[in-house]
């Protein structure tokens, strides 16, 4: 599958590896992967985030990522869900930080693959990368570029999904996005490396 990756796409992945290791996290994750698309310049994802807005508000992302990994990552969905069980997992969260530290119920999810340079990418991150090769084939692409795994990304149900939805780059939006930077005739990345 990494041989129909764009230049930019095995950036991203990369990029996600280098995330991992600066955080001293044990395995890449979709987090990672969203950290690495806020690094591009000049590509499809990158123009898309632009034109949403989402680029300018990376502090905001990256709080709201550093926000749900504090819940282990539960979705806000989730957290509402047991919230009307009369579950108040903000403190859960407060007392588990309390007796065993900032961030504990972080943890490591399973591991399931070696990226280059001894990164692993956890469950979650390579269905990602599978389903940006789905995304990519239902556009009739023959590549995957960094718009693929941005649209996974968003596709995916979960924390990174609401994040993003939270700074209006749905699906759709992102979609939206991304066709109108193909009509504009902004430069795709088609190429494979």
């Known amino acids: 599958m990494f041989e129909r990756f764009t230049e930019a796409a095995r ?12 955080a001293g996290a044990g395995s890449v994750t979709e987090e990672h992967l969203l ?10 994802s990158a ?12 502090d905001q992302v990256v709080a709201a990522l550093a926000e749900a990994a504090r819940r282990a990552g539960l979705t806000r969905a989730d957290a509402e869900a047991l919230a009307g ?16 530290g900032t961030g504990a119920l972080r943890g490591d999810r399973r591991v399931r693959r ?5 990164g692993r990418l956890t469950t979650e991150a390579k269905g990602v990368l599978e389903r940006s090769l ?15 795994l941005l649209l996974a990304l968003a596709a995916r149900p979960g924390p990174v999904a609401d994040v993003l939805a939270e700074q209006g780059a ?16 902004e430069p795709g990345e088609g190429a494979v490396a």
């Open 11 to 22: 950036t991203v992945v990369k990029g996600a590896v280098g995330h991992a290791e600066r």
């Open 35 to 44: 950290l690495a698309l806020l690094d591009l310049e000049g590509t499809p």
């Open 47 to 58: 123009a898309a985030l632009d034109r949403l807005g989402v680029a300018a508000r990376r």
């Open 85 to 100: 069980l009369g579950i108040d997992v903000a403190e859960i969260v407060s007392r588990v930080e309390a007796v065993h």
């Open 114 to 118: 070696r990226l280059g340079g001894g």
């Open 134 to 148: 789905r995304v990519a084939l239902g556009r009739g692409d023959r590549y995957i570029g960094d718009e693929h």
């Open 170 to 185: 749905t699906y759709g939006a992102l979609e939206r996005a991304l066709a109108k930077g193909a009509e504009g005739g």
